[in-house]
């Protein structure tokens, strides 16, 4: 499974950290950036991991921002991406088993270390439940 990484200046530490943690489990990751602390905007980088990821060319995406907020209105731009901010491993889990999220954003200034791995575990090791989920989904693509 190959996962697209990217963040702006307020995220980029969380992305460091995140990424070196996702290689250890195995995963491939392709940095989008950025990369170092130096201000960025952060609808660059969503933009980047959105397209790899609606193109088929990563199969999900992990963003951040200092609040995760920006990043994820920006991605949830692109056609195809469900975008999820996610605070926990609940929001985390849910987001996969009923909205499919094929992108999870974080905080980099509001998302500790401990719970932005809990957050990608339990995205990662979950499974989208499909029923009346499907349903609601299709609604958002027929939106597109
Ligand atoms: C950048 O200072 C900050 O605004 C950005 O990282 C993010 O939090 C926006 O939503």
Same mark, same amino acid.
């Given at each position: 499974? @190959? +996962?697209? !990484? $990217?963040?702006?200046? $307020?995220? /980029?530490?969380?992305?460091?950290? +995140?990424?070196? /943690?996702?290689?250890?489990?195995? /995963?491939?990751?392709?940095?989008?950036?950025?990369?170092?602390?130096?201000?960025?905007?952060?609808? *660059?980088?969503?933009?980047?991991? #959105?397209?790899?990821?609606?193109?088929?060319?990563? *199969?999900?995406?992990?963003?951040?921002?200092?609040? &995760?907020?920006?990043?994820?209105?920006?991605?949830?731009?692109?056609?195809?991406?469900?975008?999820?901010?996610?605070? =926990?491993?609940?929001?985390?889990?849910? #987001?996969?088993?009923? %909205? %499919?999220?094929?992108? +999870?954003?974080? &905080?980099?200034?509001?998302?500790?270390?401990?719970?932005?791995? =809990?957050?990608?575990? %339990?995205?990662? %090791?979950?499974?989208?439940? $499909?029923?009346?989920?499907?349903?609601?989904?299709? @609604? !958002?693509?027929?939106?597109?």
């Amino acid at each position: 499974m @190959k +996962i697209a !990484i $990217g963040s702006d200046h $307020g995220g /980029y530490f969380l992305k460091e950290v +995140i990424k070196e /943690y996702l290689a250890e489990k195995g /995963y491939e990751v392709e940095d989008f950036g950025c990369f170092s602390q130096e201000s960025v905007d952060y609808p *660059d980088y969503a933009k980047k991991v #959105a397209e790899a990821v609606s193109k088929g060319e990563c *199969d999900a995406g992990v963003l951040m921002c200092g609040t &995760g907020i920006g990043i994820s209105i920006a991605a949830n731009k692109v056609k195809g991406i469900r975008a999820a901010l996610c605070h =926990d491993g609940l929001t985390a889990r849910l #987001a996969k088993q009923h %909205n %499919n999220a094929n992108i +999870i954003c974080m &905080g980099g200034r509001t998302t500790g270390i401990e719970t932005a791995k =809990d957050i990608v575990d %339990n995205w990662l %090791n979950s499974e989208f439940e $499909g029923g009346r989920h499907l349903r609601r989904i299709n @609604k !958002i693509k027929d939106m597109e």
